[in-house]
């Protein structure tokens, strides 16, 4: 159980275009999903806070703008880099909190495997 | 939420317990101690975690001191697989989780 998943793994793109990743929880309902950069070498960086059916929190200094959060269901958020430069270019993880007693701990949050963007 | 010291690396020999140390000297009543590691490449992985009891796991086992202000995380027979950086974190729950620069482990044969 707690299985999140990351689509895609991986992406290249090219500079000014948009990419979007899925996040998916997939054994489990989540009302709260989380997105997170790392960059290489340096530890995790909380971007911001997606609840379902409501607008994203985002942490000082990351433009909402440009980085759109959707959560439109208990087991799907999507990051959206919108004309993504090469300073965009990080490893995006997200995580999800479960709803509910289903063997797992409510208060802990399970990670999806990531994606690498680059931006050429 | 309260933060966490941890020492940047450590080594541990195959097969030895790993012994990872992590001070949280400011932690309040109602925080709990997370424990995550990151594989490289990898998205991180829930290890374990507690609030004042020692905690055991088929992962590890978590040792918090009696003040609270500072747990070990034990990898009771540790092999190449376990090499990663550790994260420790503490925080109120349901709050969001926030990491610092962790310890690598490096098990060696």
């Known amino acids: 159980g707690a299985v999140v998943s990351q689509h895609p793994s991986w992406v290249i793109c090219k500079s000014g275009t948009s990419v979007k990743i899925e996040c998916r929880s997939l054994?489990?309902?989540?009302?709260?999903m989380f997105w997170y950069r790392q960059f290489p070498k340096q530890s995790l960086m909380l971007m911001a806070t997606?609840?379902?059916?409501?607008?994203?929190?985002?942490e000082q200094g990351v433009e909402k703008d440009k980085f759109l959060i959707n959560h439109a269901s208990l087991t799907l958020s999507t990051l959206t880099v919108t004309s993504a430069h090469p300073e965009d270019s990080s490893f995006y993880i997200c995580?999800?909190?479960?709803?509910?007693?289903?063997?797992?701990?409510?208060?802990?949050?399970?990670f999806g495997p990531g994606t690498r963007l680059l931006v050429l | 939420d309260a933060k966490t010291t941890q020492p940047p690396s450590m080594d541990c020999a195959e097969g030895r317990a790993a012994n990872l140390p992590c001070n949280h000297s400011?932690?309040?009543?109602?925080?709990?101690v997370y424990w995550y590691r990151q594989i490289h490449s990898q998205g991180p992985q829930y290890i374990i975690h507690?609030?004042?009891n020692n905690e055991t796991n088929e992962m590890a086992s978590l040792i918090i001191t009696e003040d609270r202000k500072s747990s070990t995380l034990i990898l009771p027979h540790a092999t190449l697989r376990d090499t990663a950086v550790y994260y420790c974190?503490?925080?109120?729950?349901?709050?969001?989780?926030?990491f610092g620069a962790g310890t690598r482990l490096t098990v060696k044969p």
């Open positions: 054994d489990f309902q989540a009302t709260t």
């Open positions: 400011t932690i309040s009543g109602n925080e709990y």
């Open positions: 507690g609030l004042k």
């Open positions: 997606s609840n379902e059916g409501s607008k994203a929190t985002y």
């Open positions: 974190i503490v925080r109120v729950n349901n709050n969001d989780m926030r």
């Open positions: 995580s999800a909190r479960p709803l509910g007693d289903r063997g797992m701990y409510q208060e802990t949050q399970y």
